[in-house]
C-alpha cells in the first residue's frame, strides 16, 4: 500500500473501484462497535464490514478485480450520518485515496479533506458513466487530475468538481490546517479578548 | 447569499482570518469532547508537540461506551474501561474538567452542555460529534466535526470552515395535541430528504417553534443533521432565557442583565436575508414513525408503507433495499406493526419532558408481553429529576427496565443492543442498517410518548387513541 497523504497533492493515480447506493451512511462505512478504539490503525480491515458479511464475498471491497484500488467512485450523499472520521479513515487504510461522486454529505467531505482525501463531484449521469468505464475494465488506471481537475482513465476523460477552497488546501499541501490555524494566534486571542460571553458580557 | 441572520451574526463575530483558497478560520466558543471521538485528537496534538489552546473552553463527559445497568469500574468491557481511561488521562495532563461518572454532571454531552448553562446564544460550539446541531435551540452555531479537526479545535481554538447558505424552516399555527417536536423534525426530512440541507443552515422558526420549549426546540435542532444540515437554529428569546436563568455557567446580576441584552440582539433582524424558505402547517402534521433504513422514509401513522409508483424516481432503489432490509411490503399500514424491543432515551429525547410524556402513557398500563423496553435518562441530573417525582417507578410498575445514563442502544457502543432480526420502537435519531447494534436489525424511529404506547400494545399504535395519565 502506498503511504498516507502527505504534502501537495497534484493528482491521484491507481485503479477505482465502484460502491453504487444513495445515502450510503458512515454507520455502513464503519460500524459503531469499531469505534472502540483509542487508535485508528486497525480499521482498513473493517471498513464496511456488515455490508461485506451480509454479500459474503461480492461486495466490490471483496471481489479480486478490484483489490488494491485507489479511487472510489459513489453515487448522492455518500458519507451520510455520524460525524466519526473512522469512517474516511478506514477507507483510507483500506487504500483510498480520492473519492468521486455526485454529492457528498459536509462532515464526511471535511474529514477526508483533513486528511488530504479528495472528493470530487460531477453529474448523475457522468458518475453514471464512470462507474460503467470501470466495472467494464477494472485494471485501468485512472488519474484524478487536481490541476484541471479531471477524472483521466484510458477510456476517456470527465471533468470533476472540487470547491475552490478545498482544491487550493490540497493542491498547496495546507490541507493539514492546523499551522496555518496556530498562525494566527494573535487574532485568536483578540477575540478571546473581546467576545462578550467570555468577557462577562461587558460593554465594548 | 444571507444577511442579517443570526447565521451570519454568529458568524462574523467569530471569524479569526479569511485563510488562502477561501475557508474561513472561525473561532470555536466552546469546545465539548468525548470518550469516542477525542483520543486520537489528544494522541496527535502530542505527536506534534502542541498543547491545549483553552482548556478552560473545553469541556468533557463519558457517554457512548458507557454501561447502563452497572457502572461499576473497571468496566466488564475491557476496551470500553480503556476509552474512558484514556479520556480522564487526557483530561488530567491537559486540565480540561471532566464530568465523569458519579459527578452528577455526567450524561449524554448534548443533555449536559445545556443543562449546565454552558451552551448559551451567540456562541459557536463544536464537538466531535453530529449531533452537536443540538445545542443551535439557543440560537448558537454549533456543528459536529470529525477527529482532526476535534485536534485543530484543541489546538488553536479554531477551525477550518466553510459559511454555509441559510434555509428558513417557517412553521405557521400550532401543533396538534400529542404532536411532538419530533413527529416535526422527522415531517421536515421527510418533506426536504436527508440530503435536502447539504450545504444549509437550518433556521427554524414561525408561530409552532416559538411555541416550543427549549427541550422541544433541542430535539428539533438535534435531527437537523438527519436533513443534511450540519447545523439548525432558533434564535433566542424569552424561552431560552427563563431556561438559562440560575443555571450553573450563567451570569448572574448585572451580567446576566448585559447577558440577555446582547443575546437579543443576535437574533435575526425583522428584514433579514435567507438563501430559501420552506413554509410548513403545524396543524397537518400526525405522530411520524419511519418505516425504512434512512430518517427520511418517515410516515403519518395514519399511512402506509408506500409503493414504488408513489416515489420520486431518485428514492426507489433505497426504498426497494428499505422494503427487504425492513421485511416490510408496501401497502402495509405502519400502525400495527408488531416490535420486539422499546428504547426511550438519546440525545434527542432523553431529558425530562421526554420521559414525562414517555411515563404519561406508561402509567397505569403494562409493557406487552414479550417486549423489552427500556429508559436511559440522558444525564445524571435527568436521572435523579425523574426519580424525584416519581418517573422511575412509573416506569417499573409497568414493566419497563430503569438505567442509569447514557447514549445507550441509540448507536449500541456499550451492551444494550439489538438481537439479529429484532425490531425496535426507538426514540434516537437514526434507522440506519446495523445502527443499533445487530447487523440486521431494524429500527423504526418516533417520539418517546409513541414508543411507549408501542410497549404497551406490542406493536406500533397511535398515541392519541390512548387516554393519558399524567402525574396526578
Known sequence: MTSFPNGAIPQVNGTALVVKGEDIDTDRIIPARFLKCVSFDALGDQVFAD????????HPFDQARFQGASILVVNGNFGCGSSREHAPQALMRWGIRAVVGVSFAEIFYGNCLALGIPCATSTPDQIE?????????????????????????????????????????????????????LDHSDQVQGLIDSLPYLNNFAAR | MSSGTLYDKVWDLHRVAELPGGSTQLFVGLHL?????????????????????????????????VPTTSQQRPFADPLAEEMLSTLERNCLENGIALNNIGSGRQGIVHVIAPELGLTQPGMTVACGDSHTSTHGAFGAIAFGIGTSQVRDVLASQSLAMNKLKVRRILVNGRLSEAVTAKDLILHVIRTLGVKGGVGHAYEFAGSAIEALSMEERMTLCNMAIEGGARCGYVNPDQVTFDYLEGRPHVPAGDAWKRAVRWWRSLASDADAVVDDEVVFDAAAITPTVTWGITPGQGLGIEESIPGLDALDPGDRPIAEEAYRYMDLQPGTPIAGVPVDVCFIGSCTN??????????????????????????????????????????????RTAGFEWREPGCSMCLAMNPDRLEGRQISASSSNRNFKGRQGSASGRTLLMSPAMVAAAAVHGRVTDVRTLPLHPAS
Open chain 1, 51 to 58: 455490508d461485506r458479511k451480509e454479500l459474503k464475498g461480492s
Open chain 1, 129 to 181: 458513466a464512470i462507474q460503467g468505464a470501470v466495472e467494464a475494465d477494472p485494471a485501468a488506471v485512472w488519474c484524478l487530475d487536481l490541476s484541471s481537475p479531471e477524472l483521466q482513465s484510458p477510456a476517456g476523460q470527465w471533468p470533476v468538481t472540487i470547491e475552490p477552497g478545498p482544491l487550493d488546501m490540497l493542491r498547496s499541501g495546507r490541507w493539514d490546517a492546523t499551522s496555518q490555524l
Open chain 2, 33 to 65: 469532547i468525548h470518550e469516542v471521538t477525542s483520543p486520537q485528537a489528544f494522541a496527535a496534538l502530542n505527536d506534534k508537540g502542541l498543547t491545549v489552546r483553552c482548556p478552560e473552553r473545553t469541556v468533557a463527559t463519558v457517554d457512548h461506551i
Open chain 2, 350 to 395: 432523553g431529558r425530562l419532558s421526554d420521559l414525562r410524556a414517555a411515563a404519561a402513557v406508561a402509567r397505569g398500563r403494562q409493557v406487552a408481553d414479550g417486549i423489552k423496553a427500556f429508559v436511559v435518562p440522558g444525564s445524571e441530573q435527568v436521572a435523579q429529576a425523574a426519580e424525584a417525582e416519581g418517573l422511575d417507578q412509573v416506569f
